[in-house]
C-alpha cells in the first residue's frame, strides 16, 4: 500500500522557519521524482518545489526561490523554510511522480501568522 505522509507543520511568526517531512511506504521512493506543492485557503493547489529521482535537478516556484529548501534521503522527502511569510499560509502536499504514477499524501497545515 502507498503512504505518503507529512508533518511539521504549524504556526509560525513571520521570518520563522519550519521543515516538514514526508515519509514514504509501498514504493520505491528513489524511483520517483518528488515534490511539494501547497494550497491556501480559496486558491488553487500550486507547485512549490520539485526533486528529480537522484537528486540531481532541483527547483522552485519563483515565490519561495531562495528561502525554501528541498531534499531527500531514503524513503523521506524534506522542505525547508526558511523567512516565512503571511503568504506561505497554506496546506503542504507531498507528490511523488513518474510517468503516469503520481501520489498524493494527506497535507500538513503551515499558518504564518504574528
Known amino acids: 500500500q502507498v503512504r505518503l505522509v507529512e508533518s511539521g507543520g504549524g504556526l509560525m511568526q513571520p521570518g520563522g522557519s519550519l521543515r516538514l517531512s514526508c515519509a514514504t511506504s509501498?514504493?520505491?521512493?528513489?524511483?520517483?521524482?518528488m515534490n511539494w506543492y501547497r494550497q491556501a485557503p480559496g486558491k488553487e493547489r500550486e507547485w512549490v518545489a520539485g526533486?528529480?529521482?537522484?537528486?540531481?535537478n532541483i527547483q522552485y516556484a519563483e515565490s519561495v526561490k531562495g528561502r525554501f529548501a528541498i531534499s531527500r534521503a531514503e524513503d523521506t522527502l524534506y522542505l525547508q523554510m526558511n523567512n516565512l511569510k503571511p503568504e506561505d499560509t497554506a496546506v503542504y502536499y507531498c507528490?511523488?511522480?513518474?510517468?503516469?504514477?503520481?501520489?498524493w499524501g494527506q497535507g500538513t497545515q503551515v499558518t504564518v501568522s504574528s
Open positions: 507528490n511523488a511522480r513518474q510517468l503516469s504514477d503520481s501520489f
Open positions: 509501498g514504493f520505491t521512493m528513489s524511483n520517483y521524482g
Open positions: 526533486i528529480s529521482s537522484r537528486g540531481t
